[in-house]
T-cell receptor, first 113, second 113 residues
């Protein structure tokens, strides 16, 4: 398996624009997680899905953020409108079930100017 | 609220030294604990997963231990090499049903040749 795939790897956008980050989990993994990493706050869980259903979105910072998982092989994290404080590295991770470890994607580095 | 602390925040050692990285968590009611490595500008690589029924895991020169009652885990690196230079992150799983990970801020290790 190719591992968790994220796109784009880098995104530079202007404040106010819509940003969509994409993730393809490892095949067969029932859980998908979105994280954000900043120098100030470290790694934070934003939302996670189980069998395509959002289970906990308490980490989503505000209504400008939304996430979907239309099928088992694809998820998106959308920011609309984007702000400079959203600049961070966004990671997607997946795992087969609670007994196993999480596998992380390479991340998307987002810069909002 | 579960908090994970890693000490020290940074560590510099000469090549060949054995070293210990520390991780502590405030709530002992965790499920699993996972150690990750992160290279600059890269994603997270899983090193070791210690399941709730285990007290330690070993992989090559790495050994991780877990003491849930005291809220502590250690990562032991034997005979350190310059290639071990990276940030090491400790993360706890809150419980089996959520799969949520709470991360520490990491220890940045530099191994000098």
């Amino acid at each position: 398996d190719a591992g968790v795939i994220q796109s784009p790897r880098h995104e530079v956008t202007e404040m106010g624009q819509e940003v969509t980050l994409r993730c393809k989990p490892i095949s067969g993994h029932d859980y998908l997680f979105w994280y954000r990493q900043t120098m100030m706050r470290g790694l934070e869980l934003l939302i996670y899905f189980n069998n395509n259903v959002p289970i906990d979105d308490s980490g989503m910072p505000e209504d400008r953020f939304s996430a979907k998982m239309p099928n088992a092989s694809f998820s998106t994290l959308k920011i609309q409108p984007s702000e400079p404080r959203d600049s961070a590295v966004y990671f997607c991770a997946s795992r087969p079930d609670p007994e196993y470890e999480q596998y992380f994607g390479p991340g998307t580095r987002l810069t909002v100017t | 609220k579960q908090e994970v602390t890693q000490i020290p925040a940074a560590l510099s050692v000469p090549e060949g030294e054995n070293l210990v990285l520390n991780c502590s968590f405030t709530d002992s009611a965790i499920y699993n604990l996972q150690w990750f490595r992160q290279d600059p500008g890269k994603g997270l690589t899983s090193l070791l997963l210690i399941q709730s029924s285990q007290r330690e895991q070993t992989s090559g020169r790495l050994n991780a231990s877990l003491d849930k009652s005291s809220g502590r885990s250690t990562l032991y690196i034997a005979a350190s090499q310059p290639g071990d230079s990276a940030t090491y992150l400790c993360a706890v799983y809150l419980n089996t049903n959520t799969g949520k990970l709470i991360f520490g801020q990491g220890t940045t290790l530099q191994v000098k040749p």
